[in-house]
């Protein structure tokens, strides 16, 4: 009476990435930062003042009803300094992720798609960018092409999509030799779509992990090329401008790094809490053993 | 002991896959030199043969050549007749159709793409020349696991929810489901439990029968003795006693 | 308090240190649950004596890797045990991960699956040889490695540990595994499937060596035959339970259903075909009711559905039982 049943194992795993990524403690916790974060930068600027208002008579005011994170050195409403500043540190840091994340995926992919010269050459493009000094590149680009917030978004994109490109082509050459991918190869399937539905959507998860994880450089490059002088003019309010203006009137201000530095903690650290919980579900050998 | 081969190089288009000659060495460290000299092998269609020998032994790189994912550096590789390397510049071979040759792996697990429902892996060949429903690949996926005694699993699951057994069963299915003429199987038991194990032996068997040619490879030489028809053992790149049941040497120092 | 079983007779090994009655190794009601909730171990009772080795037989989910790694102190620490395990007269249920560090290459030592994952790739195998005092504090070894090394069959030591592990092969790298393992002669030496990552034909040396430098050994091993050569008892496990032991001599098939099943389905070598067992094993998440085995058993009766033979007489069936 033996019973041919067998039984599959334990609990459902969810396809989706989104929710094995909600799933996850870290991941929760990172995700309902960076949405609390969002709503705050997107509309709170409605609800606060004019955040370039400068008002000389109340220079380095105290927190109070009026201004809860007090006033700069111009007299100007940290609280809707902070708010719009975000807006530029964060959102400008998401647009530079996004365009390096997509340049280096399209040329990676095709340098580890297509092989031969086209990936010798590509390469070669790869390291010579990744060899050189970004700060020296930004500078150059931003002196020929002029100060601005536009201007230093090109600089560091051209700066940094060689990485991803990179990481990119080293996975999708990987993917070659892969067990599933071999049996497709070997079925006849053809290279387009063995690219486009095995290594395609597994590049990008890895990619997205090391986007996420280098999103603190991109946000303190920015600051500190602003805090040159080199990106956000005055009176652009951005958190890494603002934290170097304060500088001179910490004693007397200490206030004054509140806006900004809770800024910078609570979005980098949901990014990063993204990016490690995304490195356990790309690879959940890792997450086992514990 | 040893039955006797019982396609006997017939079948109407003679071997499914023959090796002549095929040399394929390469460098592996500083001093190290692997890989496989002047193989020769034929099978027939609904044969096992088996290849046998320690780690590094050549009988993976054997494995490659027989399965035209790698080119010889010298010799020929034939798939039903025809050189599959010649005139070939690149490293695509010219097979008689598609599909001729499938893989089972060591690793079921990790076999079959995680991110996938098993459904779409065991019909993803049959999807090279025609466009199929995701219905029609579903009903066809629970049809062919059903064949094979997974009547009872989900075709909607993902591998890491089933057992080692169970995905290698499903590896064999996709293997299968484009109808290739030849199996190339390497190590299918060596990481299954040996009552699963059991099972995929009489899988492999239950295959042959049906006419599929299989070329198994496995460093245990007591699968090797119950499974396949005959056996090839490969000592340092070279076929040593083709043809013999191996003499049991169990007492080897080292 | 000294917890001695004197027989009445003493068995002698084939070739090896005569067993006597004195128990080395003694579970008593050991019951493992992990972090998650499943229960690896559901109630194991077992004993290894002086002089013999005892092979733990079973397949994934058995539990036979969990009860060595507790006979070692290397269970995850989500894990919960109750019962007793006793290494000569030392409970060692409980203890801390400091105590076991103290206590692992003196007491009990351990031959894991797989050596090159055991080795350091960038060090010799002398480091790795040295560790097992060195992590003692002693600057010297206890021993004469080299001599141990030669004995169990690696010609010219003192030369070939200056190699790293990639360039020995997976039989002779086990066996320098084995001496580190043994350097302070302990009571008793646990081996976690030492051959499975290893080629077939070389398992047969390598657990001769463990045989020849362990004093008592507990040799967990999926091989059915090779198990039985290498040792002198065997315990099945199934479903986180030892459901027979028999002595690796004894002639005939095993009693219990699943051991005969696992018999029939070890390939021979110029038999037919090995038998087939359908249907899987229970997990640890289950929670069984009556024999685990019943679902996949051809002599099941109405008794194996309500209630769990125990171990008696060697064997934890209903059916044998009633004989």
Same mark, same amino acid.
């Given at each position: 009476?033996?019973?041919?049943?067998?039984?599959?194992?334990?609990?459902?795993?969810?396809?989706?990435?989104?929710?094995?990524?909600?799933? @996850?403690?870290?991941?929760?916790?990172?995700?309902?930062?960076?949405?609390?974060?969002?709503?705050?930068?997107?509309?709170?600027?409605?609800?606060?003042?004019?955040?370039?208002?400068?008002?000389?008579?109340?220079?380095?005011?105290?927190?109070?009803?009026?201004?809860?994170?007090?006033?700069?050195?111009?007299?100007?409403?940290?609280?809707?300094?902070?708010?719009?500043?975000?807006?530029?540190?964060?959102?400008?840091?998401?647009?530079?992720?996004?365009?390096?994340?997509?340049?280096?995926?399209?040329?990676?992919?095709?340098?580890?798609?297509?092989?031969?010269?086209?990936?010798?050459?590509?390469?070669?493009?790869?390291?010579?960018?990744?060899?050189?000094?970004?700060?020296?590149?930004?500078?150059?680009?931003?002196?020929?092409?002029? #100060?601005?917030?536009?201007?230093?978004?090109?600089?560091?994109?051209?700066?940094?999509?060689?990485?991803?490109?990179?990481?990119?082509?080293?996975?999708?050459?990987?993917?070659?030799?892969?067990?599933?991918?071999?049996?497709?190869?070997? =079925?006849?399937?053809?290279?387009?779509?063995?690219?486009?539905?095995?290594?395609?959507?597994?590049?990008?998860?890895?990619?997205?992990?090391?986007?996420?994880?280098?999103?603190?450089?991109?946000?303190?490059?920015?600051?500190?090329?602003?805090?040159?002088?080199?990106?956000?003019?005055?009176?652009? #309010?951005?958190?890494?401008?603002?934290?170097?203006?304060?500088?001179?009137?910490?004693?007397?201000?200490?206030?004054?790094?509140?806006? #900004?530095?809770?800024?910078?903690?609570?979005?980098? =650290?949901?990014?990063?809490?993204?990016?490690? =919980?995304?490195?356990?579900?790309?690879?959940?050998?890792?997450?086992?053993?514990? | 002991? $040893?039955?006797?081969?019982?396609?006997?190089?017939?079948?109407?288009?003679?071997?499914?896959?023959?090796?002549?000659?095929?040399?394929?060495?390469?460098?592996?460290?500083?001093?190290?030199?692997?890989?496989?000299?002047?193989?020769?092998?034929?099978?027939?269609?609904?044969?096992?043969?088996?290849?046998?020998?320690?780690?590094?032994?050549?009988?993976?790189?054997?494995?490659?050549?027989?399965?035209?994912?790698?080119?010889?550096?010298?010799?020929?590789?034939?798939?039903?007749?025809?050189?599959?390397?010649?005139?070939?510049?690149?490293?695509?071979?010219?097979?008689?159709?598609?599909?001729?040759?499938?893989?089972?792996?060591?690793?079921?697990?990790?076999?079959?793409?995680?991110?996938?429902?098993?459904?779409?892996?065991?019909?993803?060949?049959?999807?090279?020349?025609?466009?199929?429903?995701?219905?029609?690949?579903?009903?066809?996926?629970?049809?062919?696991?059903?064949?094979?005694?997974?009547?009872?699993?989900?075709?909607?699951?993902?591998?890491?929810?089933?057992?080692?057994?169970?995905?290698?069963?499903?590896?064999?299915?996709?293997?299968?489901?484009?109808?290739?003429?030849?199996?190339?199987?390497?190590?299918?038991?060596?990481?299954?439990?040996?009552?699963?194990?059991?099972?995929?032996? @009489?899988?492999? $068997? $239950?295959?042959?029968?049906?006419?599929? =040619?299989?070329?198994?490879?496995? @460093?245990?030489?007591?699968?090797?003795?119950?499974?396949?028809?005959?056996?090839?053992?490969?000592?340092?790149?070279?076929?040593?006693?083709?043809?013999?049941?191996?003499?049991?040497?169990?007492?080897?120092?080292? | 308090?000294?917890?001695?079983?004197?027989?009445?007779?003493?068995?002698?090994?084939?070739?090896?240190?005569?067993?006597?009655?004195?128990?080395?190794?003694?579970?008593?009601?050991?019951?493992?649950?992990?972090?998650?909730?499943?229960?690896?171990?559901?109630?194991?009772?077992?004993?290894?004596?002086?002089?013999?080795?005892?092979?733990?037989?079973?397949?994934?989910?058995?539990?036979?890797?969990?009860?060595?790694?507790?006979?070692?102190?290397?269970?995850?620490?989500?894990?919960?045990?109750?019962?007793?395990?006793?290494?000569?007269?030392?409970?060692?249920?409980?203890?801390?991960?400091?105590?076991?560090?103290?206590?692992?290459?003196?007491?009990?030592?351990?031959?894991?699956?797989?050596?090159?994952?055991?080795?350091?790739?960038?060090?010799?195998?002398?480091?790795?040889?040295?560790?097992?005092?060195?992590?003692?504090?002693?600057?010297?070894?206890?021993?004469?490695?080299?001599?141990?090394?030669?004995?169990?069959?690696?010609?010219?030591?003192?030369?070939?540990?200056?190699?790293?592990?990639?360039?020995?092969?997976?039989?002779?790298?086990?066996?320098?595994?084995?001496?580190?393992?043994?350097?302070?002669?302990?009571?008793?030496?646990?081996?976690?499937?030492?051959?499975?990552?290893?080629?077939?034909?070389?398992?047969?040396?390598?657990?001769?060596?463990?045989?020849?430098?362990?004093?008592?050994?507990?040799?967990?091993?999926?091989?059915?035959?090779?198990?039985?050569?290498?040792?002198?008892?065997?315990?099945?496990?199934?479903?986180?339970?030892?459901?027979?032991?028999?002595?690796?001599?004894?002639?005939?098939?095993?009693?219990?259903?699943?051991?005969?099943?696992?018999?029939?389905?070890?390939?021979?070598?110029?038999?037919?075909?090995?038998?087939?067992?359908?249907?899987?094993?229970?997990?640890?998440?289950?929670?069984?009711?009556?024999?685990?085995?019943?679902?996949?058993?051809? @002599?099941?009766?109405?008794?194996?559905?309500?209630?769990?033979?125990?171990?008696?007489?060697?064997?934890?069936?209903?059916?044998?039982?009633?004989?």
């Amino acid at each position: 009476m033996t019973t041919t049943q067998e039984r599959s194992r334990s609990k459902p795993e969810s396809r989706s990435v989104v929710v094995r990524l909600l799933r @996850h403690g870290g991941g929760r916790v990172g995700v309902c930062l960076l949405v609390v974060v969002t709503v705050a930068l997107v509309v709170g600027p409605f609800f606060v003042g004019d955040p370039n208002d400068a008002d000389y008579t109340n220079e380095l005011a105290r927190p109070s009803w009026e201004h809860p994170l007090g006033t700069d050195l111009a007299g100007r409403d940290m609280l809707a300094r902070t708010l719009a500043g975000g807006r530029y540190s964060l959102g400008i840091a998401a647009l530079v992720s996004a365009a390096t994340l997509a340049a280096g995926l399209l040329l990676g992919l095709i340098a580890g798609l297509a092989g031969g010269w086209i990936d010798k050459f590509l390469s070669r493009v790869f390291d010579v960018l990744l060899g050189l000094p970004w700060l020296v590149v930004a500078l150059a680009i931003v002196g020929a092409l002029g #100060p601005g917030l536009m201007n230093m978004v090109v600089a560091l994109t051209v700066i940094g999509w060689a990485f991803f490109a990179r990481l990119a082509r080293n996975e999708t050459i990987g993917a070659r030799d892969r067990p599933d991918v071999v049996a497709a190869r070997m =079925a006849g399937v053809p290279v387009r779509r063995i690219a486009w539905t095995h290594v395609v959507p597994n590049v990008i998860l890895i990619l997205l992990v090391a986007v996420t994880a280098a999103f603190t450089e991109v946000v303190l490059a920015l600051a500190g090329l602003s805090f040159l002088g080199l990106g956000a003019q005055p009176p652009t #309010p951005e958190w890494g401008r603002m934290l170097a203006e304060t500088r001179g009137s910490l004693t007397i201000a200490p206030w004054l790094v509140i806006g #900004p530095g809770v800024g910078l903690c609570l979005g980098i =650290a949901g990014m990063l809490l993204v990016s490690d =919980a995304l490195r356990d579900v790309a690879d959940p050998s890792r997450h086992k053993g514990r | 002991m $040893r039955k006797p081969s019982r396609h006997d190089h017939a079948g109407p288009d003679g071997p499914v896959v023959r090796t002549i000659g095929a040399t394929r060495v390469y460098q592996v460290g500083p001093h190290g030199v692997r890989g496989v000299c002047d193989f020769d092998l034929s099978v027939a269609p609904g044969e096992i043969v088996g290849l046998s020998g320690r780690s590094g032994s050549g009988k993976s790189t054997a494995l490659r050549l027989v399965s035209a994912i790698e080119r010889p550096d010298s010799g020929r590789v034939e798939f039903g007749g025809r050189d599959v390397w010649a005139g070939v510049r690149g490293s695509s071979p010219q097979l008689p159709r598609t599909g001729y040759v499938m893989p089972v792996f060591q690793d079921p697990t990790s076999s079959l793409d995680p991110r996938w429902a098993i459904y779409r892996s065991v019909t993803e060949p049959m999807t090279v020349h025609r466009r199929l429903a995701r219905a029609e690949r579903v009903a066809a996926a629970r049809t062919m696991l059903a064949g094979v005694g997974l009547e009872h699993v989900d075709v909607h699951a993902l591998p890491s929810q089933l057992s080692g057994g169970q995905c290698q069963r499903v590896a064999i299915v996709r293997a299968l489901s484009g109808g290739p003429a030849l199996l190339v199987a390497d190590e299918p038991t060596a990481s299954l439990d040996v009552t699963s194990a059991a099972g995929i032996m @009489h899988l492999l $068997r $239950r295959t042959a029968d049906a006419g599929t =040619a299989i070329v198994v490879v496995s @460093h245990d030489q007591r699968v090797l003795e119950t499974l396949a028809d005959r056996i090839l053992r490969l000592e340092d790149g070279l076929v040593v006693q083709p043809d013999q049941p191996d003499q049991p040497d169990r007492l080897l120092s080292n | 308090m000294k917890l001695r079983r004197r027989t009445t007779s003493n068995r002698e090994a084939a070739d090896g240190p005569r067993i006597d009655a004195e128990s080395v190794l003694s579970i008593r009601g050991l019951r493992i649950t992990y972090g998650n909730g499943g229960m690896a171990l559901r109630g194991v009772d077992l004993e290894v004596r002086s002089g013999e080795c005892v092979a733990l037989v079973g397949e994934s989910g058995s539990g036979k890797t969990t009860l060595a790694r507790a006979v070692v102190g290397l269970l995850p620490r989500s894990a919960r045990a109750r019962g007793s395990v006793r290494l000569g007269e030392r409970e060692m249920l409980g203890l801390s991960d400091r105590e076991w560090r103290k206590l692992r290459g003196r007491t009990v030592g351990f031959v894991s699956q797989d050596p090159f994952a055991a080795c350091d790739p960038l060090r010799s195998v002398g480091h790795h040889v040295e560790e097992s005092w060195r992590v003692h504090g002693d600057r010297r070894p206890p021993a004469n490695h080299l001599d141990r090394l030669a004995e169990l069959g690696i010609p010219h030591p003192k030369e070939m540990l200056r190699d790293r592990p990639h360039q020995w092969s997976g039989g002779m790298l086990q066996r320098a595994t084995t001496v580190a393992a043994s350097m302070y002669d302990p009571p008793l030496l646990v081996a976690d499937e030492p051959t499975s990552a290893l080629d077939a034909e070389l398992a047969d040396g390598v657990l001769t060596s463990l045989r020849r430098a362990g004093r008592s050994v507990l040799l967990v091993c999926h091989d059915l035959d090779l198990a039985a050569k290498h040792s002198d008892r065997i315990a099945v496990m199934y479903a986180g339970r030892i459901v027979e032991e028999r002595d690796s001599s004894q002639p005939g098939q095993p009693r219990h259903p699943y051991s005969r099943a696992l018999l029939a389905a070890t390939p021979s070598g110029g038999g037919g075909l090995p038998r087939e067992l359908p249907g899987t094993a229970p997990g640890p998440l289950e929670v069984l009711q009556g024999c685990a085995f019943a679902g996949r058993c051809t @002599h099941a009766g109405d008794l194996c559905t309500i209630s769990t033979p125990m171990l008696v007489d060697d064997v934890a069936c209903h059916m044998e039982h009633s004989r």
